[in-house]
């Protein structure tokens, strides 16, 4: 049992979100289905077994595939982010733990280095490039050119577990 859980602090034991009132609980196995759906060419992040971090299914973004490493190297992201998620169908809840690491770039072509940084639990990292330049009127102005949010995953992860009636339950530690 860990300090936080002996504290009973709420801050930092967990983060709860219960689906909407009327919403019809589906079965795990639609939720799986609802969460591997949300995978998709353009999506920076991928749904995938999790059989191997002893989770039910795995959420991470997709640094190692070619044409994602290069957005995420020419960004200069430097942290990222993984969702493990275990499906627990008696009380129609999902818990997931958000994991992050701190990731260097080198060499051309880009390559990643995990740093020795991490952290666990719920939280948002999110990180903001602007450009200067000259707006039709001739005058200086801040165009945005690079925009990453950590939510930008768990937000369409968790919104699905609420849609199919389940709890969605973020975990500090690993008590799945």
Same mark, same amino acid.
């Given at each position: ?23 019809? &609980? =589906? ?5 799986? #289905?609802?969460?591997?759906g ?6 920076? +992040? /991928? !749904? ?40 627990f ?20 072509? &880009? =390559? ?5 940084? #991490? ?10 490039? +602007? /450009? !200067? ?14 925009s990453?949010?950590s ?26």
């Amino acid at each position: 049992m860990g300090l936080f859980r002996l504290l009973r602090l709420p801050g930092f034991k967990e983060e709860v979100k219960h689906p909407a009132e009327g919403v019809q &609980p =589906r079965s795990a196995e639609d939720v799986k #289905a609802a969460l591997s759906g949300l995978n998709g060419p353009d999506v920076p +992040w /991928a !749904v995938r077994d999790g059989t191997p971090e002893h989770a039910d299914l795995v959420a991470e973004w997709r640094l190692a595939e070619p044409a994602f490493r290069h957005l995420f190297s020419l960004s200069q992201l430097t942290r990222t982010l993984r969702i493990r998620v275990r499906l627990f169908p008696e009380e129609r809840e999902v818990r997931a733990i958000e994991e992050q690491w701190e990731v260097t770039w080198y060499g051309d072509p &880009p =390559r990643m280095k995990i740093g020795h940084q #991490a952290s666990r639990g719920p939280g948002r990292s999110w990180s903001k490039d +602007w /450009a !200067v330049e000259r707006g039709p009127d001739g005058r200086r102005r801040l165009r945005e050119s690079f925009s990453f949010d950590s939510g930008d995953m768990k937000r369409p992860i968790r919104n699905a577990v609420l849609e199919q009636g389940w709890t969605w339950r973020s975990l500090l530690s690993e008590d799945f």
